[in-house]
């Protein structure tokens, strides 16, 4: 059974950091895609950044670039969302995504054939 678990969210002011990780179990993503998306109340399920485990490529959303960092530890099937200078725009539930096989735009969640439970991030202004 293939498993996404999600933490590192909470609460943070403004300007400030915080790392989600996020660990597979069950199989691993090498030859796929990993990403993160975010919900924000009353809002789609969007788009954060995305890593190509076996390469180390990375793709990110206008919004974030600059200031979110995704990266991979093969070695143990995670990946980690570093997330500074943040903003009351990027409270949301943050999402885990993966598949095993690289298919169509990152970008869309229909690329992706997993994912985990969220974990609340909250910016306070």
């Known amino acids: 059974q293939v498993q996404l678990v999600e933490s590192g969210g909470g609460l943070v002011q403004a300007g400030g950091s915080l790392r989600l990780s996020c660990a597979a179990s069950?199989?691993?993503?090498?030859?796929?895609?990993m990403g993160w998306f975010r919900q924000a109340p009353g809002k789609e399920r969007a788009f954060v950044a995305a890593?190509?485990?076996?390469?180390?490529?990375?793709y990110y959303a206008d919004s974030v670039k600059g200031r979110f960092t995704i990266t991979g530890d093969n070695a143990k099937n995670t990946v980690f969302l570093q997330m500074d200078s943040l903003e009351p725009e990027d409270t949301a539930v943050y999402y885990c995504?993966?598949?095993?096989?690289?298919?169509?735009?990152?970008?869309?969640?229909?690329?992706?054939?997993?994912w985990g439970q969220g974990t609340q991030v909250t910016v306070s202004s």
């Open positions: 995504a993966a598949t095993g096989s690289s298919r169509g735009p990152v970008s869309s969640r229909r690329a992706y054939d997993y």
């Open positions: 890593i190509w485990p076996s390469s180390g490529t990375t």
């Open positions: 069950g199989r691993t993503f090498s030859g796929g895609v």
